[in-house]
């Protein structure tokens, strides 16, 4: 995703140009550092995943914290690619019902309440605890938790599981054994959904090696490849986004065609 504001001024630009040069600065420089402490850990283990600053420098638990500290940080309502988004995702989903949901990175709930329609349960788990609040008074029918993953995994197994832009906020280590998990967490005939703009904003982690590592685990067998597409000139400068839809045996009907919904903002 994203970068929080849609539209940007100058000012906005620059002092996006020197978040970046200190994410990357920072990422290079705790590289080291992280691997001599990651050496023999489990990198889902709590309390390695809590030293947020190191495995996911400039976007751990306080980063997101900070960013909803106001209501609507990526004035999703009024963006065109979250509309856009949404819109691939439920068609995708359109013709199931699912029967328990984990939506990974909830939000306020902005998806989640599009979900509900189509879920007999739904978990959204964020990061942020003012996200789960607002995520909460939106959709009263979902359960919000507020969680780290993978480390805080749920507990029990989903017969669908979300991942809207929030993947690529894992660094790699954590990316293999955190899409492992996830995958363990799908009941027979489940589906993993992932959906990820593929432009660099600072995050420790791209789009392009999250859907890689999926296509990957559908090459080792370990999951069915149901979608897969990469989709060019879309979101922020039109970076383009990766979509990938894996399952578990009975692998469920997904058609390739979708109905194409009209995006309104
Ligand atoms: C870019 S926003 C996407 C929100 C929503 N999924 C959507 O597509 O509209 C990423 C979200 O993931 C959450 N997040 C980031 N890292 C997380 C983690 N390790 N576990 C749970 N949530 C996380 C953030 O707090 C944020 O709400």
Same mark, same amino acid.
């Given at each position: 995703?994203?970068?929080?504001?849609?539209?940007?001024?100058?000012?906005?630009?620059?002092?996006?140009?020197?978040?970046?040069?200190?994410?990357?600065?920072?990422?290079?420089?705790?590289?080291?550092?992280?691997?001599i402490?990651?050496?023999?850990?489990?990198?889902?283990?709590?309390?390695?995943?809590?030293?947020?600053?190191?495995?996911?420098?400039?976007?751990?638990?306080?980063?997101?914290?900070?960013?909803?500290?106001?209501?609507?940080?990526?004035?999703?309502?009024?963006?065109?690619? +979250?509309?856009?988004?949404?819109?691939?995702?439920?068609?995708?989903?359109?013709?199931?019902?699912?029967?328990?949901?984990? +939506?990974?990175?909830?939000?306020?709930?902005?998806?989640?309440?599009?979900?509900?329609?189509?879920?007999?349960?739904?978990?959204?788990?964020?990061?942020?605890?003012?996200?789960?609040?607002?995520?909460?008074?939106?959709?009263?029918?979902?359960?919000?938790?507020?969680?780290?993953?993978?480390?805080?995994?749920?507990?029990?197994?989903?017969d669908?599981? *979300?991942?809207?832009?929030v993947?690529?906020?894992? +660094?790699?280590?954590?990316?293999?054994?955190?899409?492992?998990?996830?995958?363990?967490?799908?009941?027979?005939?489940?589906?993993?959904?992932?959906?990820?703009?593929?432009?660099?904003?600072?995050? *420790?982690?791209?789009?392009d090696?999250?859907?890689?590592?999926?296509?990957?685990?559908?090459?080792?067998?370990?999951?069915?490849? *149901?979608?897969?597409?990469?989709?060019?000139?879309l979101?922020p400068?039109?970076?383009?986004?990766?979509?990938?839809?894996?399952?578990?045996?009975?692998?469920?009907?997904?058609?390739?065609?979708r109905? +194409?919904?009209?995006?309104?903002v």
């Open positions: 995703m994203s970068d929080p504001a849609p539209r940007r001024s100058p000012v906005d630009l620059a002092r996006h140009a020197v978040r970046m040069t200190l994410s990357r600065g920072t990422r290079a420089a705790a590289a080291p550092v992280r691997a402490a990651r050496a023999g850990r489990d990198d889902t283990d709590p309390r390695w995943a809590g030293v947020s600053w190191l495995w996911q420098p400039g976007w751990g638990r306080h980063a997101h914290d900070r960013l909803y500290r106001t209501a609507n940080p990526y004035g999703i309502d009024a963006n065109p690619y +979250e509309q856009q988004k949404y819109t691939s995702i439920m068609n995708t989903l359109a013709g199931r019902r699912y029967r328990r949901v984990l +939506e990974i990175g909830c939000g306020e709930g902005h998806l989640s309440e599009r979900l509900a329609g189509v879920t007999g349960e739904l978990l959204g788990v964020d990061i942020s605890a003012d996200a789960t609040a607002r995520a909460a008074a939106r959709v009263p029918s979902a359960t919000f938790e507020t969680r780290m993953l993978p480390a805080e995994m749920p507990a029990g197994t989903f669908l599981i *979300v991942c809207s832009d993947l690529y906020y894992w +660094e790699p280590t954590t990316l293999r054994t955190g899409l492992d998990r996830l995958i363990d967490h799908l009941e027979a005939g489940g589906v993993l959904l992932a959906y990820h703009y593929r432009g660099d904003f600072g995050q *420790v982690n791209r789009a090696h999250v859907h890689d590592r999926l296509r990957a685990l559908v090459a080792g067998g370990k999951v069915h490849g *149901v979608v897969s597409e990469r989709i060019d000139d979101g400068d039109g970076a383009g986004v990766r979509f990938d839809v894996v399952a578990t045996a009975p692998v469920p009907s997904i058609p390739a065609q109905p +194409e919904v009209p995006v309104t």
